[in-house]
């Protein structure tokens, strides 16, 4: 597999729930109440429970090792959040190849809401095997 300038990687469409997050945060050992408490959420200015920063980001993490198969090796991983993400609803998961360089190429990964906004956004690093 030789990835191509521009290419886009297959989206992975994610649908989390809040039995997923109440899991996740056992997982993660991360209780904080935004994650699980509807009126806690709410108290606080949400509007209503959110995802897990660090879910997303595993979200994505998915998304370029899915891609890669056992066809290459995932280098640097790095992600910012850039909006709020609630369950129930759909999270889409989508790259491109921003750079190829012999058997390494760059990678450009976001996550959007059911909106199409981008909430996180990322850069992956991946070595390809011939």
Known sequence: M??????????????PTTRQLVQYAGAQGDFY????DQDFARSVGLPGVILHGLLKAAFLGQLVTDWLGDKGTLKTFEVSYRGIDQP????????????????QAELEIWGEDSDGNKTTVGSATVSMKE
């Open 33 to 36: 109440e935004i994650h699980y």
């Open 88 to 103: 129930g609803r759909p999270y889409r998961c989508r790259g491109r190849v921003t750079k190829v360089d012999g058997d």
């Open 2 to 15: 030789t990835p191509k300038l521009g290419e886009e990687i297959p989206e992975l469409v994610k649908h």
